[in-house]
C-alpha cells in the first residue's frame, strides 16, 4: 500500500470505530465496545506503523507527500482539497497520538467497565482520537481548522461525559467556548494566510511564504499571532488555560489522553507545522516564547498548592506545554518535539496511575484525604514514582534528555534566550517540587481510612456518592464512580498498559540521546531542513552544564518535597503562613478566573440582559414598534369616525358632492 | 413548463387536499411534499452544471398592457433555494401530518400557498412577479398565525403583517419606478424581465432611494435589527411546524432579493450603502447573539440566533466580493435546514417537559434519550458554525470576503462566532444536561418525531462531508452578482493568488 | 317646445326624491324617493334624445328602467325580510356598519 492510503487509513479506522459504537450502543454489551474501539485505534496505530516504513523507504527529499480524496470547497478565491499531508512531523504526531490512544483504551476497557456510559464513551473516545489525527495530518489550513474545531467539541463532550454534574457541565462549556476563541484565531490567522499568499494548501502556502512577505512583514505578524491563539487556547496558556483545570472533571482516562497527551499539545504541532511562517513572523514567534514561560512559571507555581490530585497534574501539564510552546516558538522544533512525546508517556503515566488511585479513593481527588498508600497500592506507586522522576527531569528517565535537550537549544541561541533557559531551570525545580509533594502526600504518611480497608483486602466503596468538585450528590446513572471502582492492581488490563507507559517513560530518551542516537532530528529532518535554526551545532560543554544543573535542581526539588511533606510535616503549614501573600496569589490562581469574568464574561452578560430587558422594550418595541403602530392606528381611527352608519348621511355625502362636481364643471364652463 | 409545475404543485395539492375532505387532506398534503420535492431533487439534478446559466427558463407575456410577464427559470442563484424550499416544505408537511390539526383542510391550502409563493418568489425573473410572489407569501402565514397560532396570536400576527407590508410597499413602488425609468430610458413599452433593468444608467440619487426601498423590505423580511419587532411575537405564537417553514425558507427570499434585485440592478447605491449595511449585518449579529444567550425561550433561542445568522448572510453579501457572496447562499441553505431540525427538536424537547418551551423547565433529558442528544448536538453544533460542518464552510467564506473588503467588520463579526458557541452549547445543556430537576419525560425519539427531523440531519451531515456541489453551481452567478457593485465600490471581487500578489 | 321646461320639470322631481332620501328614516319611502330620483333623471334623458333626434338617451332610459326594477326587487326583498325579523324599518336604526 502506498503511503498515503496507510494516512487515510489512520484516520479512517477511528472514524469507523466511533461510528460503530454509535449506531451500536443498544447492541453491544458487556466488554464489546471496549474492544471495537481499542483495536479500532491500535489498528489506526498500526496503519501509522505502515505509513512509517512506506515513508522511511522514499529518498530523504520526497518525504512529503499530500493526496486528495475530493475537493471539498472551491470558490472564486478558494480552492480546498479534502487533502492529507504525510510527512514526518505529522506521522510522529500519528505515532504518538495513536499509540498512547491505544493504550489509553485499553485502560479504559477495565477502568470504565461499570460505568453506565461505557459504550458511549468508547464512542467519543474514537471519535475524538479520530479528530485528533484529522487535526495532524490536514493538509490544508481549512482541514487544520476542521481538526481543530473536532478536537474542541470531542474534548467538550468527553469533559461533560459525566452531565449530570452541574460542575462538568459547566466545565464543558467552558473548555468549548475558549476553545472556539482558538478556532476563530486559527480562521482569522487562515484568512490572513490566505490573503497573502492566495493558497490553502500548506505546502504551497509554505513555498510561496518566503517570496511573500519579508521578515517581519506586518500582515504575516498578525496572521502568526492570530495563529497563536489559536495554539494557546488548545494548549491551555496563559491566558488562555482557565479551562484545563476544570476539564478535570472528566473521566481520568479523558484527562489522560486529551488534556495530557495529545489534544493540549496541538498547539505545540501548529507552531511546529507552521514553522516557515512563524520563522517570517519573528515577533510573533517571540511572543509565543514568552507566552510559553510565562505559562510554565504560573503554572508550576500553582502546581505547588492545588490540593486536588488530577489538577496537580493538570497544572503540571500546562507547564510542560509551556516549555514546548517556548521550545517551538523559539525553532527548537526538534526538542520541543521530543518533550511533546516524552510528556505524552510520563503524563498519560500520571494520570493513569492517579485514576487508579482515585478509584482507591472512591472518586475522591483531594490530597488533603489521601495518604499512605505505597504499600498497598505497589502498582500504582512505582508508576507514580517513574512518571514522577520522568517530570522531574532525573537521569536517566525521559524527561530528563527532552526537557535539557529544549533548555540547550535555548541556551545556544543566546541573546535573550537566556532568559527562557533561565526560567526554565526555576521551572523545573518547582516542578520536582509539586510532583513530589503529591506523591508523598498520597502514598506516603498515615494511611487513610480507604487505604487501610486495601491493606484489608476490600476496595473501599463509598456509602454514597458525591461529586468531588461540589459536593452535590451523584446521579450515579450517568457519574463516577458507577456501580463499582476499579484499581490497576487488580485490572490487568490498567496495569498493561500503565506498565507499557512507564517502560516507556523510563527509555523514550534513547531515541535522542545527544551525540549518541539523534533519531528523531535526523527523522523530522525532511520537515525542518529549510528551518534557518534546525540543526544548528550544539555547545557541548553548555550541554554537560545543563544536564547537570537539571540534574541536581531536579534531584534537590524532591528533597526538598520530602523534607517538607515527610521528614517536618508541619512545614507545608509555616511555609504559608510566612508567604501568606504569594500563597494566596497562587491558590487563587492568579485569579485568572475572576479577571477573565470581571472583564468578558460579566460584561457580555450585562449587556445582553440590557438588550433584552431594556432595548427591546424601550427601543425596539417602543419607538420603533409602537411608533408606527399608533400612527396606523389614529389614522384609521380619524377615517372610521367617518363610516357613520347612517345612510342618510352618505346619501347627503353624495349629493353634496355631485353638487360640488356640477358647480365646478360650471365654473369652469 | 416544469417549473410552472413545481411553482403550483404545493398549492395544487393543497388545494386539491381541501377539495377532497377531511380523510384524502393529509395523503394529499404529503404526497404534494414529497411530490415537490421530487421534481426540485429531479430538476437540480437535471440542470447542466456545465454549461450552467438559466435553464427549464418559461417567459411569457401574462399581462400585457402593463408589460409583466410569467418568467421563471433555474440558475446556479436558486438552485439550492429552490431544493431547499422544496425540502423544507415536505418535513414541514410530513411533521404537521404526524399530528392533529383543528381545520385540516384550510391549513394545509394555506401550508401549500406559502410554499408556492415562496417557490415562485425564488424562480421569478420579472421584477413585479417577484414582488407579487414577496407578497403573496404573507397571507397564508397571516391565517396560519392568526388562526392556528397559540397566545396573543392574533396582536402577533397583525403586528407581523403590519411590519412587512410596511416593507413591501415600498419595495412595489420602487419596482414601478424601476420598470417606468427603464421604459423611459429604453424608450419602449414598459416591461419589468430583470434581465431588461440590469445596466440601468440610473442616476445615483435615483439609485439611491429605490435601493432603500428594497432593502427596507428585505430587512424586515429577513429580519435585520432593529426591524426585528415582529419576531418576537410571531415566532411565540406560530405552531412549530409553520415556523420551521417560516423561519427556513422566508427569510432567505429577503436575504436571495438583495443577491438577485438590489445588487445587479443598482450597484452604485449598493455600493455607497456597504457600509450602512454592514453595520445593520454586524449589529444584527452581536445583538442576535446577545438576546439568544439571554432568552430562556427554547424556541426564540432559535428565532434570535436566525437573526445573528442572517446578520452572517447579510454581511456576506455586502462584502460584495465573490466568496462572501457564494458563502451567504451557502449559508442560507444551511440555515435553513438546521432551523428546520431545531425548530422540530424545540417541538420534541416541549412535548418531554410537560408542554413547556422554558429552558429551566428542562434539563436532564439526555439520559433516556440518546438518539434524541445526538440529534440535537449536530444540530446545534452545525448552527454555532463548527469546524467540519457546511455552516462552517459558508461563515469561512463570508468571514474571508468580508475580511477582503472591509476587513474591522470581519474582526468584530467574529464575536458573533464565539458567542454564538455560547448560547447553542447553553440552551443544549440546560436542556439535554444537568440533574433531572424538573421531573422531565426521559423519553427518545419516537418514530413519528423522527421522522422530519432525521432528514434534516442527514443533510446537514451530507453536506459537511462535502458542501462543494452547492459552491460549484453558484460560484458564477454569485459572482456575477456582485460584479457590477463591487466595481463601483472599487473593491476587488475575486481575491486570487494571482490578484493577491500583484497587489503587494 | 323648448327643453329647458322638461328639464326644470326634471329637476324638480330630483330635488323632491333626493330630500326625500334625506330627510325620511322608513327605508320604503326612501325606496320610493330613489325611484323619483331615477326617473327625473330618465326624463331628462328622453328629453335631451328628443333633442338631438338621436336614440341614445332613450336606451339609457330602458337600462335605467331595468336597473331600478331590480334595485326595487333587492330592495324591498331586504325589506321584506327586516320586517320579518320583527326589526323596525329604519333607516338610521340600521346602523350596523359603523366604523
Known sequence: ??????????????????????????????????????????????????????????????????????????????????????????????????????????????????????????????????????????????????????????????????????????????????????????????????????????????????????????????????????????????????????????????????????????????????????????????????????????AATIGLVVTDLKRVIAYSTMSQIGYMIM??????????????????????????????????????????????????MPITYGCFIVGGLALSGIPPFSGFFSKDDILLGLGTQGGWYWALYVAGYVGALMTAIYTFRMIFRAFHGEPCEEAKSLADGRLFHAAEHRNPGDGTLEDTGVGYPGAKHHIAERSPSMSISMGVLA??????????????????????????????????????????????????????????????????????????????????????????????????????????????????????????TAGPVSIARASSAAVRSWQSGMLRAYAAAVIVGAALVVLYLMLQA | MELTLLLFLPLATGLLGAVLGNRLVKPAAVLGGLGTLGVAVGLALNYDTALGGSQFTVDKLWVKPLGIHWALTIDGLNLALVVLTAFVYASVVVACA????????????????????????????????????????????????????????????????????????LMLAAAVATGALAASHHGRHIDFLISNLQRLPLGKGTQQWIFLCFAAAFLVKMPAVPLHGWLKDAYKSMPLPVLALFSGVLSKVAAYGFLKLALPLFPDAAASFQDLLLAIGVISILYGSALAFTTN?????????????????????????????????????????????????????????????????????????????????????????????????????????????????AVIACLGVAMAAVYMLRAYIRAMHGPD???????????????????????????????????KRSEGPATAAVIPAAKAANIDPIQTATTAQAKR | MNIGWYLAVSTIIFAIGAAGVLTKRNALVILLCLELMLNAGNLALVAFSRMWGNGDGQIFAIIVMVVAACEVTVGLGLIVAIHRRGLAVDADELSELRG
Request: charged share 10%.
Open chain 2, 437 to 471: 430537576t424538573n421531573g422531565v419525560e426521559q423519553r427518545d425519539l419516537s418514530f413519528r418525531e423522527a421522522l422530519p427531523i432525521l432528514p434534516a440531519i442527514a443533510l446537514i451531515l451530507a453536506l459537511a462531508v462535502s458542501p462543494q456541489p452547492l459552491l
Open chain 1, 327 to 376: 521550545a517551538v516558538s523559539a525553532g527548537v522544533y526538534g526538542a520541543g518535539l521530543f518533550h511533546l512525546m516524552t510528556h505524552a508517556f510520563f503524563k498519560a503515566l500520571l494520570f493513569m496511575a492517579a485514576g487508579s488511585v482515585i478509584g482507591a479513593m472512591a472518586g475522591e481527588q483531594n490530597l488533603d484525604r489521601m495518604g499512605g498508600f505505597r504499600k498497598v
Open chain 2, 98 to 169: 404526524v399530528r392533529e390539526q383543528e381545520n385540516p383542510r384550510l391549513f394545509y391550502f394555506h401550508l401549500g400557498l406559502g410554499a408556492s409563493a415562496v417557490l415562485g418568489a425564488f424562480l421569478a425573473q420579472d421584477l413585479i412577479l417577484f414582488v407579487l410572489f414577496f407578497d403573496l407569501m404573507l397571507v397564508p402565514f397571516y391565517f396560519l398565525v392568526g388562526q392556528w397560532g397559540t397566545g396573543e396570536r392574533v396582536a402577533a400576527t397583525t403586528k407581523m403583517v403590519i411590519y412587512t407590508l410596511a416593507g413591501s410597499l
Open chain 1, 1 to 298: 500500500m502506498s503511503l498515503t492510503t496507510y494516512g487515510w487509513l489512520v484516520i479512517a479506522f477511528p472514524l469507523a470505530g466511533s461510528i460503530i459504537l454509535g449506531l451500536g450502543h443498544k447492541v453491544l454489551k458487556g466488554k464489546t465496545a471496549g474492544a471495537i474501539g481499542s483495536s479500532a485505534i491500535l489498528l489506526s496505530f498500526l496503519s501509522g506503523l505502515g505509513a512509517l516504513r512506506s515513508l522511511q523507504s522514499r529518498p530523504e527529499g520526497s518525504r512529503q507527500v499530500v493526496s486528495s480524496l475530493w475537493t471539498y470547497a472551491h470558490t472564486g478565491g478558494l480552492d480546498v482539497q479534502f487533502s492529507i499531508l504525510v510527512d514526518p512531523l505529522s506521522l510522529l504526531m500519528v505515532l504518538v497520538v495513536a499509540g498512547v490512544s491505544t493504550l489509553i483504551h485499553l485502560y479504559s476497557v477495565a477502568y470504565m467497565a461499570s460505568d453506565e456510559g461505557y459504550v458511549r464513551f468508547f464512542a467519543y473516545l474514537n471519535f475524538f482520537v479520530f479528530s485528533m489525527l484529522m487535526l495532524v495530518l490536514a493538509g490544508n489550513l481549512i482541514l487544520l481548522a476542521v481538526g481543530w474545531g473536532l478536537v474542541g467539541a470531542a474534548s467538550y463532550l468527553l469533559i461533560s461525559f459525566w452531565y449530570r454534574r452541574n460542575t462538568a457541565t459547566k466545565a464543558g462549556i467552558k473548555a468549548f467556548v475558549i476553545n472556539v476563541v482558538g478556532d476563530v484565531g486559527i480562521v482569522l490567522g487562515a484568512i490572513v494566510i490566505i490573503q497573502g499568499t492566495g493558497a490553502v494548501d500548506l505546502l504551497t502556502v509554505f513555498a510561496k511564504a518566503p517570496h511573500v512577505w519579508h521578515t517581519n512583514d506586518p500582515q504575516i505578524v498578525v496572521g502568526c499571532l492570530l495563529l497563536m491563539v489559536g495554539a494557546f487556547a488548545k494548549s491551555a496558556q496563559v491566558p488562555f488555560h482557565t479551562w484545563l483545570p476544570d476539564a478535570m472533571e472528566g473521566p481520568t482516562p479523558v484527562s489522560a489522553l486529551i488534556h495530557a497527551a495529545t489534544m493540549v499539545t496541538a498547539g505545540v504541532y501548529l507552531i511546529a507545522r507552521m514553522h516557515p511562517l512563524f520563522q517570517i513572523a519573528t515577533t510573533a514567534s517571540d511572543v509565543g516564547a514568552i507566552g510559553g514561560a510565562v505559562t510554565l512559571l504560573v
Open chain 2, 297 to 409: 425561550d427554547a424556541r426564540l433561542v432559535v428565532g434570535y440566533s436566525s437573526i445573528a445568522q442572517l446578520g452572517f448572510i447579510l454581511i456576506g453579501i455586502f462584502s460584495l466580493t465573490s466568496d462572501g457572496a457564494q458563502g451567504a447562499l451557502l449559508q442560507m441553505v444551511n440555515h435553513g435546514v438546521v432551523t428546520v431540525a431545531l425548530v422540530m427538536i424545540v417541538g420534541v424537547l416541549a412535548s418531554r417537559a410537560k408542554g413547556s418551551e422554558d429552558l429551566g423547565s428542562m434539563g436532564g433529558i439526555a439520559m433516556g434519550a440518546p438518539v434524541l442528544a445526538v440529534v440535537f448536538l449536530i444540530a446545534a453544533f452545525a448552527n454555532l458554525a463548527m469546524p467540519a460542518s457546511a455552516n462552517f464552510i459558508g461563515e469561512f467564506l463570508i468571514l474571508k470576503g468580508v475580511f477582503d473588503s472591509v476587513t474591522v467588520v
Open chain 1, 503 to 624: 517502560i516507556l517513560a523510563t527509555i523514550g530518551g534513547v531515541i535522542q540521546l545527544p551525540k549518541v542516537t539523534n533519531t528523531l532530528d535526523h527523522f523530522l529532518d525532511p520537515t525542518f531542513r529549510d528551518s534557518p535554526k534546525f540543526g544548528i551545532p550544539i555547545d557541548y560543554n553548555l550541554m554537560a552544564i545543563g544536564m547537570v544543573i537539571g540534574a541536581v535542581l531536579g534531584l534537590l526539588g524532591i528533597y526538598m518535597a520530602w523534607v517538607i511533606w515527610v521528614k517536618k510535616p508541619g512545614t507545608s503549614a509555616r511555609i504559608q503562613a510566612r508567604f501568606a501573600l504569594p500563597y494566596k496569589l497562587f491558590s487563587n490562581k492568579w485569579y485568572f478566573d475572576e479577571i477573565i469574568a470581571f472583564l468578558i464574561v460579566r460584561p457580555f452578560a450585562a449587556t445582553g440582559r440590557f438588550f433584552q430587558r431594556t432595548v427591546e422594550r424601550v427601543v425596539v418595541d417602543g419607538a420603533i
